[in-house]
């Protein structure tokens, strides 16, 4: 509170100044209007004289205000003089008036002088609420103007019962007037420091805000380690009774609900934090809407539903967009009405129009004939962690915050997101995006995230090359000349088919090392670890890889600075393939993977089919440019 009222006392000037500023054509509109009404009484040259007068003052407050308005710090007290002598000086001038008024006007003049004065006075104390210093100068001048009134009523011959009236009116309204400024000062101060407060207690609440979302990421990033130990181990139990199968689904079905839940809680935490963003990529739509069907057909076809299809062949192929989100807002709604609807059908009906200039308006729509629902549950139906009817977690599972992130998701694209529904009349879920026009996009190879059924993305380049010096440029290279193969070069080739796939993991946390391993040991891999970015570096050193996977979160050195490093090295693994690991899945952490060199990207927890597509993804990649080259 200290510190808010010395900031204060310090603005106060300032404040006081840009006030006054403000006001400046106020001053001169209401200069013109005094001098058109004292003109018939005072003559022309008098007016003309003052007109001047007045406006060289007005000069003066320019030229002093204007280095305080460019550079509003602490000022000094010569500065603070200067104010206070200008603010003087401009209402001294503008009084004066008021004496020729009473000399010249008589009785008239006195009544004009009186309104005057008043009106200014009234007019200073607006102008000055933050500076009680200032008010002052302003004021000063015209209450000693306003106080000669009385003598000016008895030069004038008034009898004394009207002088004494005079007199005790000036002075009644000269303690009003300094009561009421004073009010206004305290009020104003009292706002400013109300302000204060509140744009303290803002920052505060953001710097809580932005602790609590740090705090949630770190629990995040460490709660997917145990997870994907746990998704790993139950892939791996192959018992061959019922039993322990039902087990190792049950122990899968509660790591991948694990991890949708912690999926959804970091969502809705980065969207409060305004940290959530959007990216424009070209993909193919169709496409996207095939997977899609895809991924939910066998679901359907559990619960004896009909997924269908309409206008899909009408869409656009290819458009520019945040393939990812969009998906993830389908899955959701598709998964909401899965989850909802007990007989009947499911249809996901899609729509197209151009968009001027380079464009498309489209529309999802997805119909269900589940109960629907009542006003007041939709209502509540995208509030967070609001399910709308009690039991509904209980029964069917979830957080309660997949359709707020959609919606919100929807509203960072620029789109919305809105619902029909009506009890026994099933539910209608409506996105309407804008896309623009988007180039065609290579096929894209994806691997299931069953826990959300997200598609892990590719980074491209697949395989970053590596890096040259700016000043040197690249020369290209020789032509090879045609060697005579020799059975000692078949023999090499052979074994080079034969030999195992050779992988380094790294990852700070053992237990991810072990999951990893466990995954891919049985497909027959040459699996080597690394504890932190230091010791890979020197295993890359050391031996040559078909494979990296990098976690990307690791002290002292993470994984983007070991890519980094090892694509600037030049040593046998610089053109090695790098696979991102890492639980960080904004766009931002997408690109800055990309930007050290990393081939792929895949998020944490770890299952089997995602790192094993990954692998595939990433070895076919590599084959294809090899291909290319040797072409």
Not at 183 to 212: F, G, I, Q
Not at 425 to 441: C, N
Request: charged fraction near 20%; glycine fraction near 6%; aromatic fraction near 6%.
């Amino acid at each position: 509170m200290k510190s808010t009222a010395v900031d204060i006392a310090e603005s106060s000037w300032t404040a006081a100044v840009r006030q006054r500023s403000a006001a400046a054509v106020q001053r001169l509109v209401a200069a013109a209007a005094v001098a058109l009404v004292v003109t018939p009484m005072v003559g022309v040259r008098f007016t003309f004289g003052w007109v001047v007068l007045y406006m060289a003052v007005q000069a003066m407050e320019v030229v002093v205000y204007r280095p305080i308005l460019k550079s509003p710090e602490e000022l000094s007290t010569g500065r603070k003089l200067a104010i206070l002598a200008v603010v003087f000086a401009n209402s001294t001038v503008f009084s004066s008036l008021s004496l020729v008024l009473w000399w010249i006007g008589g009785a008239i003049g006195g009544v004009c002088a009186v309104l005057m004065l008043t009106a200014v006075m009234l007019t200073a104390i607006v102008n000055a609420t933050r500076c009680q210093a200032v008010m002052i100068a302003g004021l000063a001048p015209q209450v000693g103007f306003l106080l000669a009134t009385p003598f000016f009523v008895y030069a004038l011959h008034a009898p004394g019962p009207l002088v004494m009236s005079a007199a005790a009116a000036v002075v009644l309204f000269t303690f009003y007037v300094a009561i009421t400024g004073q009010r206004m000062v305290e009020a104003s101060v009292t706002v400013v420091r109300a302000h204060a407060l509140a744009e303290e207690s803002r920052l505060r609440a953001e710097r809580s805000l932005a602790d609590h979302t740090t705090f949630l990421a770190a629990i995040g990033h460490d709660l997917r380690t145990p997870i994907g130990a746990i998704l790993a181990g139950a892939a791996e139990l192959r018992a061959p009774d019922a039993q322990s199968r039902n087990s190792a689904n049950l122990i899968t079905d509660a790591g991948l609900m694990m991890k949708a839940l912690l999926d959804d809680l970091l969502d809705h935490t980065r969207i409060g934090a305004g940290r959530m963003t959007v990216e424009a990529k070209d993909f193919d739509l169709r496409q996207m809407l095939a997977q899609t069907l895809m991924l939910w057909r066998g679901v359907a076809d559990a619960k004896g539903l009909k997924l269908r299809i309409e206008g899909a062949s009408a869409m656009p192929r290819h458009v520019k967009g945040d393939v990812m989100r969009i998906r993830q807002v389908l899955n959701n709604l598709m998964s909401n009405a899965m989850k909802f609807t007990e007989q009947g059908q499911i249809t996901l009906r899609v729509q197209a129009w151009p968009e001027e200039p380079s464009g498309y308006a489209l529309l999802f729509e997805i119909v269900d004939t589940g109960p629907g629902m009542t006003n007041d549950q939709m209502a509540r139906l995208f509030t967070p962690f609001d399910q709308t009817a009690d039991g509904v977690s209980a029964r069917y599972g979830g957080s309660g915050l997949g359709l707020a992130i959609s919606r919100n998701l929807i509203d960072l694209m620029g789109g919305r997101l809105t619902v029909r529904s009506a009890p026994g009349q099933g539910s209608r879920f409506t996105v309407s995006l804008i896309l623009p026009r988007g180039d065609e996009a290579a096929q894209i190879v994806e691997v299931v995230d069953e826990s959300r059924l997200d598609i892990a993305r590719s980074l491209t380049p697949s395989v970053a090359p590596t890096p040259q010096p700016a000043s040197v440029a690249p020369s290209p290279a020789p032509e090879p000349e045609p060697v005579a193969a020799t059975p000692a070069v078949a023999e090499e080739a052979e074994e080079a088919e034969d030999q195992p796939l050779r992988l380094l993991i790294v990852d700070d946390h053992d237990i991810n090392r072990r999951a990893v391993q466990l995954i891919l040991q049985p497909l027959g891999c040459e699996i080597t670890t690394a504890a932190d970015g230091m010791i890979a570096l020197e295993r890359c050193q050391e031996a040559v890889f078909d494979v990296i996977f990098m976690d990307v979160r690791m002290p002292e050195l993470d994984g983007r600075e070991t890519t980094r490093r090892l694509r600037a090295g030049g040593g046998p693994n610089a053109a090695t393939p790098v696979v991102a690991v890492t639980a960080d899945t904004a766009p931002e952490d997408v690109a800055a993977c990309q930007a050290a060199g990393m081939a792929y990207f895949v998020s944490k927890p770890l299952t089997p089919p995602a790192l094993i597509g990954a692998l595939q993804h990433v070895l076919n990649d590599t084959a294809a440019q090899a291909a290319t080259e040797a072409a």
